[in-house]
């Protein structure tokens, strides 16, 4: 008996709300491994965003490529990993992206909170970075 998912499984399951983990290539260390918020609609791109000159933005603009696993944390464990290429680096829509992702995470009122408390210069040099998934690994161990 297989633990893997379908494609369609495993789309589905990165799709859901988790808190992913972002994984960057540094030369001379290990890879940096960091929680991160992230969006993805099956078939698509997956994106995050961060800080342009944050140690992620700085190194996401120097590896060209990421990895990122969501995983459930509770039995049965289920988790979904993926790798790919950066397809575009661009400048986040508040409207679009900011507040949409701050909504999901956080919900509607407090989603708007963290969006006005954080907004500042600082948001000018925010980055979102598309990925286009190219390797994944799963598991769901509910099989």
């Known amino acids: 008996m297989s633990l893997k998912m379908s494609k369609t499984e ?12 972002i994984s960057i290539a540094e030369e001379g260390r290990g890879p940096l491994c960091a929680p991160i918020w992230y969006e993805y609609e099956p ?13 992620k ?16 944390e509770t039995p049965p464990y289920q988790y979904v990993s993926v790798e790919g290429p950066i ?13 949409p992702m701050a909504h999901r995470y956080l919900g509607q009122e407090f989603g708007d909170s963290y969006i006005e408390s954080t907004r500042t210069d600082s948001n000018a040099d925010s980055i979102l970075v598309r990925m286009r ?10 099989k």
């Open 10 to 21: 495993r789309e589905k399951f990165l799709a859901e709300l988790h808190v992913g983990v």
């Open 133 to 142: 998934p190219e390797r994944w690994l799963t598991t769901d161990y509910s």
């Open 87 to 99: 397809t575009s680096i661009e400048k986040p829509d508040l409207e679009r992206h900011e507040r």
């Open 57 to 72: 933005g700085r190194l996401l603009q120097d590896a060209g490529r990421f990895s990122l696993v969501a995983q459930t």
């Open 43 to 55: 078939g698509g791109e997956l994106w995050i965003l961060t800080g342009r000159d944050s140690r």
